[in-house]
């Protein structure tokens, strides 16, 4: 019961630090979610993540929201450029092919590791994005590169970079993600499940309100669809650093057999916040939901990386290092924190709402229309369109605060500082009601301020209970802490490689 009354005191605490906390001030820059025009004073690995950005924001409008998956596309992508840049160092040594790559000291000029990271980046983000070879041609053309160049001499920068991808390649190529369709099990579609896994309730009834529940959701076309388990069998993708994907598991979630008056609790919060939120909690919800274009929170805490590139004036070395070490945490906390959804299945607010508060009034979020009103419990919804009613897989632990508390703590760690010094601006409203309101600041003073505002979003949106949030919080940062030497292990070459 401890355990449980800590979490709801801090998730308080957030609560008012973010509703205390005045208007960003002006003078501070604003975070860019959507690349900037002008980029002649950024570094070309910046310029590859904004391309890897736009095809993974590419495959989301295609195929939905698959966090997961594209967890592991950006970060095959940024493993990828890194080995190729290892190549041109001193010391750095690449994760799958060591030093063998190493190059003599006179041919690490930035010239050649712009080629080397720009065939590595073209060849990995074809292999998880096939369909934006146009695209992709397209880009590698306006640099001035061959994307034809199938080169593998490693006496020239492209035979590196394509070197370096292939190796990346071949052992993502059956890491577990059945990115290939062809793991036994499975239906031969892409990304498919092939570990069997069934919801113990269907999307109409309540079996166990301690086991997560699908939801119907109605699409602006008027169909309706009901999303099973997104990537269910994600536990068995192999980690970056990780010793396993349940190296990190955290203790059980509470539960209505064992910890009813807790859990009652937990849902109450989460239906106070549905029925009062202001217009800085909604901008807080619609932000850290990922949107406009969203690439989930991997995309997103690269994007916030991209700010201190430009912050600090990164050279084309420092940003390699970072975007590798945070698109990796951010992998391994996917990972981390889908074992813990797999392993628990623990139910959702839209389930735990309509159980505890059945044949109850409550008040909640009115719709699209905007407004609160009062409504049958088994009405209520979270704040969040018909056509995304809450993410389509088990509630503990929030994906969004694991990540987020991982990819805030590498940030840090590799920054050395907790400052992160930038607002956000965005109208409130605007991904979820008809009328979108007034423009809204949002402040992001630090790296552990923006991280916590991320978890408390999900509780506020209603897709969390707040233990979701802040055990995610925690096991996010444990996994950064722990994983922070592997990533400097990589960087002054005492880094094993794995097998």
């Known amino acids: 019961m401890i355990r449980f009354v800590m979490h709801r005191a801090l998730v308080l605490a957030i609560a008012v630090v973010l509703l205390a906390a005045p208007l960003c001030a002006q003078?501070?820059?604003?975070?860019?979610?959507?690349?900037?025009?002008?980029?002649?004073?950024?570094?070309?690995?910046?310029?590859?993540?904004?391309?890897?950005?736009?095809?993974?924001?590419?495959?989301?409008?295609?195929?939905?929201?698959?966090?997961?998956?594209?967890?592991?596309?950006?970060?095959?992508?940024?493993?990828?450029?890194?080995?190729?840049?290892?190549?041109?160092?001193?010391?750095?040594?690449?994760?799958?092919?060591?030093?063998?790559?190493?190059?003599?000291?006179?041919?690490?000029?930035?010239?050649?590791?712009?080629?080397?990271?720009?065939?590595?980046?073209?060849?990995?983000?074809?292999?998880?994005?096939?369909?934006?070879?146009?695209?992709?041609?397209g880009e590698m053309k306006k640099m001035g590169y061959d994307p034809a160049n199938e080169s593998v001499d490693p006496a020239t920068p492209e035979g590196i970079g394509n070197l370096a991808a292939q190796a990346v390649i071949?052992?993502?190529?059956?890491?577990?993600?059945?990115?290939?369709?062809?793991?036994?099990?499975?239906?031969?579609?892409?990304?498919?499940?092939?570990?069997?896994?069934?919801?113990?309730?269907?999307?109409?009834?309540?079996?166990?309100?301690?086991?997560?529940?699908?939801?119907?959701?109605?699409?602006?076309?008027?169909?309706?669809?009901?999303?099973?388990?997104?990537?269910?069998?994600?536990?068995?993708?192999?980690?970056?650093?990780?010793?396993?994907?349940?190296?990190?598991?955290?203790?059980?979630?509470?539960?209505?057999?064992?910890?009813?008056?807790?859990?009652?609790?937990?849902?109450?919060?989460?239906?106070?916040?549905?029925?009062?939120?202001?217009?800085?909690?909604?901008?807080?919800?619609?932000?850290?939901?990922?949107?406009?274009?969203?690439?989930?929170?991997?995309?997103?805490?690269?994007?916030?990386?991209?700010?201190?590139?430009?912050?600090?004036?990164?050279?084309?070395?420092?940003?390699?290092?970072?975007?590798?070490?945070?698109?990796?945490?951010?992998?391994?906390?996917?990972?981390s924190c889908w074992e813990t959804k797999r392993y628990y299945d623990s139910s959702r607010p839209w389930t735990l709402v309509h159980y505890f508060f059945k044949g109850q009034t409550v008040k909640g979020w009115a719709g699209v229309k905007g407004g609160v009103r009062d409504m049958p419990a088994e009405e209520w919804h979270p704040y969040s369109p018909e056509s995304f009613v809450t993410p389509p897989f088990p509630g503990y632990t929030s994906g969004h605060a694991t990540v987020s508390g991982a990819c805030s703590k590498t940030l840090e760690l590799f920054t050395g500082t907790d400052k992160y010094g930038y607002c956000e601006k965005r109208k409130h409203c605007e991904l979820t009601e008809d009328n979108p309101g007034e423009e809204m600041t949002l402040d992001l003073p630090t790296w552990t301020a923006t991280a916590d505002m991320a978890a408390l979003s999900r509780a506020m949106g209603g897709y969390h209970i707040p233990v979701d949030n802040n055990v995610g919080l925690k096991v996010g940062r444990e996994i950064a802490v722990w994983s922070w030497p592997k990533y400097q292990a990589y960087f002054d070459g005492t880094a094993k490689v794995r097998d």
């Open 27 to 137: 003078e501070k820059p604003l975070h860019h979610f959507l690349p900037i025009e002008d980029k002649s004073h950024v570094s070309l690995a910046y310029v590859w993540l904004d391309i890897a950005e736009e095809a993974t924001a590419r495959e989301v409008d295609a195929n939905g929201a698959r966090p997961t998956i594209v967890s592991r596309t950006l970060a095959i992508w940024a493993t990828a450029m890194f080995d190729a840049w290892a190549a041109y160092d001193a010391k750095a040594v690449g994760s799958r092919l060591g030093g063998k790559l190493r190059r003599p000291e006179n041919e690490r000029t930035l010239e050649n590791k712009k080629k080397a990271i720009s065939y590595a980046s073209y060849k990995s983000l074809l292999f998880v994005y096939p369909e934006a070879k146009a695209y992709l041609d």
């Open 170 to 335: 071949d052992y993502r190529r059956h890491d577990g993600a059945n990115q290939l369709g062809d793991e036994a099990g499975g239906n031969g579609k892409p990304y498919a499940d092939y570990t069997y896994y069934v919801p113990v309730n269907p999307p109409d009834k309540i079996i166990d309100p301690d086991r997560w529940q699908p939801i119907t959701f109605k699409l602006k076309d008027g169909r309706q669809i009901t999303p099973g388990f997104l990537t269910p069998f994600w536990y068995r993708v192999k980690p970056f650093v990780m010793e396993s994907s349940s190296q990190f598991r955290p203790p059980p979630p509470p539960k209505t057999t064992t910890d009813a008056d807790a859990l009652k609790k937990e849902a109450a919060q989460v239906l106070t916040y549905n029925n009062s939120l202001t217009h800085e909690q909604k901008a807080i919800v619609e932000f850290m939901r990922d949107g406009p274009r969203s690439t989930g929170q991997s995309g997103h805490w690269l994007r916030f990386s991209q700010d201190v590139s430009r912050r600090d004036n990164h050279d084309l070395d420092t940003d390699v290092k970072m975007y590798f070490a945070v698109a990796n945490v951010a992998f391994d906390a996917f990972i």
